[in-house]
Nanobody, 124 residues
Framework: QVQLVESEGGSVQAGGSLRLSCARS????????MGWFRQAPGKERECVAA???????DYIESVKGRFTIYKDGAKSTLYLQMDNMKVEDTAMYYC??????????????????WGRGTQVTVSS
């Protein structure tokens, strides 16, 4: 059973940076597609960044050039580097994994593996 554990989020002022991590365990399968989702109050959960097993990445338009998704060399830890953050980035952030491709902009309805989420708050 795959387990995903996110690092603690945090609070940052607009324009600041924050890095999230997600440790994956429970499986040695190297072909997972992984993604970072976020859900703000009253909004749907949405994938903001995804990375495939070959390292290909994609992002939603609103975070392009500001967020970077990447994995460590052993591919067991996923990261999301968030720079030049905006108030609208405030949300609960979730790490997810699937054996089929996760796409930026998707809602993750069929994704089987999720972390518990971590709160990110950006203040003006």
């Amino acid at each position: 059973q795959v387990q995903l554990v996110e690092s603690e989020g945090g609070s940052v002022q607009a324009g600041g940076s924050l890095r999230l991590s997600c440790a994956r365990s429970g499986s040695t399968y190297a072909g997972y597609s992984m993604g970072w989702f976020r859900q703000a109050p009253g909004k749907e959960r949405e994938c903001v960044a995804a990375i495939q097993s070959d390292g290909t990445t994609d992002y939603i338009e609103s975070v392009k050039g500001r967020f970077t998704i990447y994995k460590d060399g052993a591919k067991s830890t996923l990261y999301l580097q968030m720079d030049n953050m905006k108030v609208e980035d405030t949300a609960m952030y979730y790490c997810a994994a699937d054996i089929v491709s996760i796409r930026a902009g998707s809602f993750g309805l069929s994704i089987p593996y999720w972390g518990r989420g971590t709160q990110v708050t950006v203040s003006s």
